[in-house]
Each structure stands twice: as C-alpha cells, then as structure tokens.
C-alpha cells in the first residue's frame, strides 16, 4: 500500500478507479475506509486517493498538537508522492476544513472543491462540543462515546430506520482491536477547534460545492452558508431532515449531484 512523507509523519493513502485524480480526506476520528459508499460510485469515474489523517489508521499518530494546516501539508505530501500535479477534493467535516487550507496553500493544485458538513469558523457552542467530546470519550467505554456520537451526526429520521445498524456500530467500537488513541483523538479537536479560515475564504477561487444537512446540529447550517457566502460563486446543495452525516442519509442524492458537480469542472 503507497505511503507519502511529509518530514517525520508516514501518511497512507488507498488508490482505486481511473480517470482524473480525486482526493478524499475524511473527517474527526474515521480512516479512508468510511469513503467505501461514496468511492464505489465515484471510482467508475476518478482515479480517487482516500487518505488516513495523521493520527489514524495506518498514517502516523505523532504526541502533540495538530492543526488543519499541517494536515493540508500532508496531504500535498500524498499528491507529491502520486505524481499528481492537480485534482479534485473533497472532504467531509474535518476533512472539509483540511481542503480549505490544502486550496489556500496551493491554489494551483486544486481543479475544484466538494466540502461536506464543514466550517470556516466554530461558534463559542461548537468549540465547547468538541471540548466535550474529548472528555467523554476519556471517560465512557468505545460503545458508549459511539452511541453519544451517532446522537450528535445521524438525524432522527435515520435513526428510526436503522437502531440495527447502530447498535451494531456500538458493538464494533467496543470489540476493535486497535482503536484510535485518546491523544491522537484530542488532537484532532484541536485542530478542528483551531481552524479558521473565514476571514480568507476570498481568496478560494476554484468552483466549490458546500454540502448541508438543514437538521445537523453538530455543524448546524448557519456554518455552510458562511462558507457559502465567503466563497465567491459557491454553490450550496442542501439536505432537507438530514443531520451531519447527509451524505450517507441521503446517499443516491449525495453521490449523484456530487458527481454532476465534478464532472461539470
């Protein structure tokens, strides 16, 4: 499996498809496996390079701090690594605001941009979510934070259709083997804490699609119409009774107008 460098951080990243070059940056606390709905669709299309964040999966998981910036740095590292000069990207949620900063980095390496669930800045009530998240996790068994989670990111909706599949996700989480430490886990709340990007979103020039659900109260809706607005020809495609994870709720509309978008650009 291909493994990029970005100094002393080994970055993993899984290839699939054929067509133009496709970055996929996941979100707080999932490797690149959580792409496979999404990569299935769009791998008859897009060579796509899902990737695992440092501080999960198979890349490194160094002490200390992160931040979405250093994150963009590693993903660059991946496409130095690929041979690829430009492609498209997107990310969901922390993901999300990792392509902001790969875009405001390197401009030149973005063809265009699909942001999922994100924010350019957090509220005060946003920060302290994530603050509280670290510590319940600290304090509760896998299968519990699991559940404390899933109430946070799923809609009501999706939730009545599937309590199996849930509770079959809580049970996954207390038997994994290998699951992310709790510092690595905190640094990556740092960084999305951290990360801020409102006052550059001018300068984004590439053709971007934000994606929203209109009942997601863990990045609630008034984030995606400030990237939105901050990002000059922006198109907003939303959601209607789809909470944070919109694009597994709805996932033929996700996969659909997301592909319409790419191969419009």
Request: charged residues 30%; aromatic residues 12%.
């Given at each position: 499996m291909p493994i990029a460098r970005n100094g002393d951080i080994e970055i993993f990243y899984e290839v699939s498809g054929s067509g133009e070059p496709l970055l996929l940056i996941m979100g707080l606390g999932a490797d690149h496996s959580?792409?496979?709905?999404?990569?299935?669709a769009y791998a008859n299309h897009y060579q796509c390079f899902a990737i695992d964040n440092r501080g999960i999966g198979r890349t490194?998981?160094?002490?200390?701090?992160?931040?979405?910036?250093?994150?963009?740095?590693d993903v660059l590292a991946v496409m130095d690594h690929a041979g690829i000069g430009r492609a498209h990207v997107a990310?969901?949620?922390?993901?999300g605001a990792i392509a902001q900063q790969l875009c405001l980095?390197?401009?030149?390496?973005v063809r265009s941009l699909v942001l999922v669930a994100t924010w350019a800045r957090l509220t005060a009530f946003n920060r302290n979510v994530?603050?509280?998240?670290?510590?319940?996790?600290a304090h509760t068994t896998p299968g519990d934070f699991t559940r404390c989670l899933q109430l946070w990111i799923w809609?009501?909706?999706?939730f009545a259709r599937n309590e199996t599949d849930l509770e079959t996700a809580r049970r996954y989480a207390n038997a994994n083997p290998a699951p992310q430490p709790q510092y690595a886990f905190e640094a990556q709340c740092d960084a999305c804490i951290g990360h801020d990007t409102l006052d550059s979103l001018s300068r984004i020039k590439v053709p971007t699609l934000v994606t929203a659900g209109l009942e997601d109260i863990f990045t609630p809706f008034p984030l995606s119409q400030a990237l939105h607005r901050g990002i000059a020809g922006s198109e907003l495609l939303e959601f209607d009774r789809c909470a944070h994870t919109h694009h597994w709720e709805d996932l033929q509309k996700f996969n659909s107008e997301t592909l319409r978008f790419l191969q419009r650009h």
């Open positions: 959580v792409w496979e709905q999404h990569r299935a490194s998981k160094p002490l200390g701090s992160y931040t979405t910036r250093e994150m963009a740095e990310g969901i949620s922390m993901g980095n390197a401009p030149e390496r994530f603050e509280h998240f670290k510590s319940v996790r809609g009501a909706d999706y």
